[in-house]
């Protein structure tokens, strides 16, 4: 079975500085898909950023993005130019692409992420 | 707009009482799931569907039941066998494709409490 793993239960950053969050999982699958969640106050989960593991290019989007090294199966995520509305919980999550495990998101503890003004 | 919808927000039940969380989306996807978030940790599914009259056990389905008769609808069942129901319950759909790479979106959730 998969397993996440989020070793960050705190992290806190200036308003306009960079943080990175980190997330480890272990699969013996070589096809795979990797997200990050954010779970604000109002706990609607929401699509940060999704990573397809065949593709060696890390994902963007706008200020967030991905440092994807398959072989050592981390899967960090970088939030540049911090702002207040980036305080959340940030989920990592695994979701495999076939057998019996398909279509499976499996979530890593999360990670609380406090911006300070 | 389009979206996902799970109704009440709020869920109040005694114990030994069944209690049914709708969940429904307008978005046109064939895959369904719920998920538990117990405080502090991440989510754990219930039960996923990845078609109309058919659905799957997740990693902890003891004590639910589900079911798929619509597309855009699919209510879970919180039954008096589940011995810790107090818990956040999120529902999410994807677009059920051969990859199973979809993403998936997550309605605002119910806050079930047992009393």
């Known amino acids: 079975a998969q397993t996440v793993t989020q070793s960050q239960p705190e992290m806190s950053v200036q308003e306009a500085e960079t943080v990175t969050l980190s997330c480890t999982y272990d699969t013996s699958e070589s096809d795979y898909y990797l997200f990050w969640y954010k779970q604000p106050p109002s706990r609607q989960m929401i699509l940060v950023i999704r990573?397809?593991?065949?593709?060696?290019q890390n994902a963007t989007e706008n200020r967030f993005s991905v440092n994807f090294q398959k072989a050592a199966k981390s899967f960090s995520l970088k939030i540049s130019d911090s702002q207040l509305g980036d305080a959340a919980m940030y989920f990592c999550?695994?979701?495999?692409?076939?057998?019996?495990?398909?279509?499976?998101?499996?979530f890593g503890q999360g990670t609380i992420l406090t911006v300070h003004p | 707009d389009g979206g996902i919808t799970q109704s009440p927000k709020y869920l109040f039940r005694k114990e030994g009482q069944n209690v049914t969380l709708s969940c429904e989306q307008n978005?046109?996807?064939?895959?369904m799931y719920w998920y538990r978030q117990d405080p502090g940790q991440g989510l754990r599914l219930i039960y996923y569907s990845q078609i109309v009259n058919d659905f799957q056990k997740g990693d902890i389905a003891e004590g639910y039941s589900v079911s798929r008769e619509k597309k855009e609808s699919f209510p879970l069942t919180v039954t008096s066998a589940q011995k810790n129901p107090t818990a956040f319950y999120l529902c999410a759909s994807s677009i059920a494709s051969v990859q199973g790479g979809d993403t998936q979106y997550f309605g605002p959730g119910t806050r079930l409490t047992v009393l």
């Open positions: 978005l046109n996807h064939d895959a």
């Open positions: 990573q397809e593991a065949y593709k060696q």
């Open positions: 999550a695994y979701r495999s692409s076939f057998g019996t495990s398909y279509g499976k998101l499996t």
